[in-house]
């Protein structure tokens, strides 16, 4: 078990490799905006005749902020640009204050802080983007989500307004570029990534956070519970562009002495205030898990599985009264309009086994969620709703239709769901089975699951294998949905692959590094990349290769024209069919 | 690139190592049949009083043959034990003969032709699983399938005699342990191996045989089209417990010294009877690619994908004919009835792109297939029907409602489909994605995809990783269809790891050893695997453990009647709303 390093972060751990023939470009819009893209050039197309014909470069979605553009000067010391800064301050209807947390130095911890500290913001009212959204205003934010994924700025102010869509974007969280979860936006995921009493340290989860955006990561959640919390959030928040969420009651625990009953609705507060003064994005409050539906879970198989359900379950059931996140959600709205903390529901009773999918316990708790939803949205604060979970498949559509009914529309962000209980060591494919399928029926954000789900803690490797998992989980979905220009960077890949153009498949894979390690182990040789064949079945069975010679003949008969072609081949179809196929068999050469 | 080993196999290549905590155990049936079966044995549980209570062991369905068996003979020079030759024998109606092929040594081949030669069978008439089905007879084979799936032995005969299930078992192939296809059985999964004229050698090839059989393989198709296809294919059948398949008019091409439009039916003839003799259990063939609908593929992203099916339009458009496969279809049926073996009519012209999914080029093709099956069931041949290919999630449906309809429920048997183009690394989860969707929904067998595809042949890790992949989609599949007795693995894995049995989570799981060495790698300490909480999160906030606590504490306070505690909860939570919550909010502590 590694012991956790104590020297602070060290530039060399940010992930700041280019994308093999990519580049960073900006798309500008108003008041300064700059929206990041992934540009990925390609190579010219062969035609039959040998004459070359240029392909379009393809623009992608990037969620990799600028550690992957070479222009960009990192110093994980220093932290991002605060790209935000500007719109925040314009907006107004803040106060600015010095941190009213001060953290008291853990062992050895002193020597870890984030360097300097500035003073934070807090809103005098709502400052939430569904406050403006609902005063008809287009924030920047609201236009940058609109350029990021190609969609009218209106139609983005309209679905916050609404709650269908959340643009997570605390207001001390400047570094942040913005992004939106929303059932008619494209599916994002989420990876987890935090330290605990058993292991990790600062610079692994820094590493972490860079190396998971770099694959796809929309947000990013901090599940730490080990050492040094404060200071592991405040060095993930600096240095990172996306949305960063928490579970606050993990370190509030910690406060209380790892004590479920001795947790206090100021504890909490308390917390709650320090990690919204540091800029946390979002937060899951399991504020659904009643003292009356805990019995609920008594026959289950796998009981309760979430961690803070399971906390607050411990805490009603030693005391005997209901949750205080239930009955203080008031106040916790207060707290979450004030920094625009968009809150993510917990589900403390999803299943944990395909047994226990779909019960009494989960869906009454989803119900109680969607209370909280209205409550919440009163205030205008930004709500999206925790889904399961371990579900089979057949019970998947449930889920969805469901949380849309009792949660009123608010974005759905499931983990999961897991597809069956027996694949421990490859649950990111049981999830991003039941990934694919729950994000094409609505839900607005997967969060990914590793192979290590269930059994340790992920390592690097296993950060990145979870988020292409549910990558590809939340693409497919985005093609079954018809969201436009979804399919561009399929078929640039098909056609790629189809004319062997080998470089261009690899740069427009999810993930060149693998693609052009792989091809290259069966063919390492430079030249076979140029190669009109491939390692799989050699020159004589390639079926691409094939095809282009049945197209070049086509043309050279000038039977290309398929209509006059098809017409013809009916008529001997026919022929055929009459004449019991004798006319054919005697031309065949040979018998 | 490797160079073709020339030696023969040695033992040492077959994976022979049995499955950890678990024993070959044979279930009886008359006429002295044994199904293998895998037996897992599990650890008491500890109840709350510190109690033991034992746990039944889990059998589970298994496809890795003798090899796992610690009492059998493994001599791959000699091959399998002759399991059906009895069987075969008493059902008569077969003359005995010497093969009628004799393969010409090749460069070096003769040094590894598989020992000893022997006497080929060859039916007077029909000797199909589906002549005897109709003719009301379960056959031993049938008798097998039924007790391998807990099946009634007339149920399975009844859907062999409907076409609606097929037994793929060439009489020439005695080794086999009898499986079945179909959509009222357990979902199959087939995996892919043979070498090609870039790589790969006999030994690699029984090495990958056994190796994909062990982690779940139903089927191995042989898909070879380098030097010494035939006796590669004999090594792999004398040695095979499972159905073997293969693409005939790959070894017919070799043969028309690699150009398509040399083919002829003779030659095609004789490679189908040479295989035939040699034991194979099923023959995909493409004899639906006819010569009116390979200009529906012209405009295609992806052309025609298909080997088997681009050949075929080569021949076709070559010489302006319609396909031999189909105007000498009756003929195919002939070879087919004499020797029982199933035809696995081929989807020449799958899209081999999101932008080709479902297209008139396929389903033009599915049409012809269809008749097809019917005109196959005259003559008492068995069927299945080849599926996609590349489709998006929302178009998998419609594939699976017409194939239902064209081919008059022969089973379907899928490769993927894969639900997105862009991930060449990680097609064996977008594949495992589509094919969990298409099983749910009936199709009878999921043809793996490798990380490989698209990019090189598959090594032995590859064939793992696939195997694995589509096991869970299968395992899916079977769940979401209620399967009787599919849940139990669940279930079983699902209480062990709530019990903290970590040796019975491993052992339950798809991959033993993989998931223990996920675990050890963040707690490598044995005592670790007898602890009550894991690396995840650490002994205070381990979920599983504070859910065993709230049971304890239920018990404890006479609370675990769920009835009263919900009836007293209702109480509270109707006197909280009342009071505004004030009762509670008094009684918190540190306030």
């Known amino acids: 078990m590694d012991q956790p390093r104590k020297e602070t972060p060290d530039n060399r751990i940010a992930n700041t490799e280019p994308f093999p023939g990519s580049r960073k470009v900006y798309i500008s819009g108003s008041r300064g905006i700059r929206v990041p893209m992934r540009e990925i050039r390609l190579h010219a197309t062969e035609d039959v005749k040998g004459g070359m014909q240029d392909n379009a470069p393809v623009r992608v979605y990037d969620t990799s902020g600028p550690y992957t553009d070479p222009a960009a000067n990192i110093d994980l010391k220093t932290g991002l640009p605060l790209l935000r800064e500007s719109w925040i301050r314009e907006r107004g209807g803040c106060d600015t204050r010095e941190p009213g947390y001060r953290p008291v130095p853990e062992n050895g911890a002193s020597g870890i802080a984030f360097p300097g500290r500035r003073k934070v913001l807090c809103g005098r009212g709502s400052v939430t983007q569904m406050h403006y959204a609902k005063k008809g205003i287009v924030t920047p934010e609201m236009e940058f989500v609109a350029l990021r994924e190609n969609l009218p700025p209106d139609f983005v102010r309209d679905e916050v307004a609404c709650g269908r869509a959340i643009i997570p974007a605390n207001i001390n969280h400047p570094e942040l570029e913005p992004m939106a979860v929303g059932r008619n936006f494209l599916v994002k995921i989420n990876a987890n ?9 600062i610079e692994e989860e820094i590493e972490k956070m860079t190396w998971a955006i770099r694959w796809g990561a929309d947000t990013v959640m901090d599940l730490s519970t080990g050492q040094n919390i404060h200071e592991t959030r405040e060095w993930i928040l600096r240095n990172s562009p996306v949305p960063i969420g928490t579970v606050p009651i993990y370190q509030a625990l910690e406060k209380a002495g790892g004590r479920a009953e001795d947790l206090t609705w100021k504890i909490y507060r308390d917390t709650l205030i ?32 979430s961690r803070g359900g399971s906390i607050m379950a411990k805490w009603c059931l030693a005391r005997h009264e209901e949750s205080f996140l239930y009955t203080r ?27 226990d999918a779909n019960d009494k316990a989960q869906f009454a708790e989803l119900e109680t969620l969607g209370e909280l939803t209205l409550k919440a949205w009163d205030q205008e604060c930004q709500v999206m709703i925790e889904g399961p979970g371990h579900v089979p498949l057949h019970l998947i559509r449930e889920n969805m239709e469901r949380e849309i009914q009792v949660c009123h529309g608010a974005p759905f962000y499931t983990l999961g769901p897991l597809v069956t209980d027996a694949a421990p060591g490859y649950d990111h494919i049981t999830s991003a089975i039941g990934s694919a399928m729950i994000g094409w ?18 390592d690097k490797k296993d950060v990145k294998d979870g988020v292409i998992a549910h990558k590809i989980a939340a693409h497919a979905a985005d093609l079954a949905k018809g969201h436009p220009g ?58 691409m290769k094939i095809t282009r010679d049945v197209r070049e003949y086509a043309e050279s008969r000038g039977i ?19 004449k019991g196929g004798e006319i054919y068999v005697k031309k065949i050469r040979g018998l």
């Open 486 to 543: 979804a399919g561009i960077i399929d078929d640039a890949i098909s056609r790629a692959r189809f004319e062997f153009r080998w470089e261009d498949q690899f740069r427009l894979s999810f993930d060149p590094d693998t693609a052009r390690l792989f091809h290259d182990e069966t063919m390492p040789q430079e030249g076979s990349r140029a190669s009109h064949f491939c390692s799989m079945c050699g020159p004589q069975f390639c079926s």
């Open 560 to 578: 290309s024209e398929e209509a006059a072609l098809e017409e013809k081949m009916k008529e001997k179809g026919r022929e055929f069919i009459e």
């Open 329 to 355: 959600f008031g106040e916790i709205c207060e707290i979450m309009k004030a920094y625009d903390i968009a809150f993510s529901l917990g589900d403390g009773l999803r299943p944990g086994a395909q047994a």
């Open 274 to 305: 320090e990690q919204a003064e540091q800029g946390v994005d979002y937060f899951t409050i399991h504020a659904g898990v009643l003292l009356r539906y805990i019995p609920y879970t008594a026959k289950r198989v796998a009981g309760i599985v």
């Open 441 to 458: 029926l609505g839900t607005a954000m997967l969060c990914y699951v590793t192979p290590k789900e269930h059994l340790g803690l992920p």
């Open 193 to 201: 990534i935090g330290n605990s009493v058993v292991r990790s340290s």
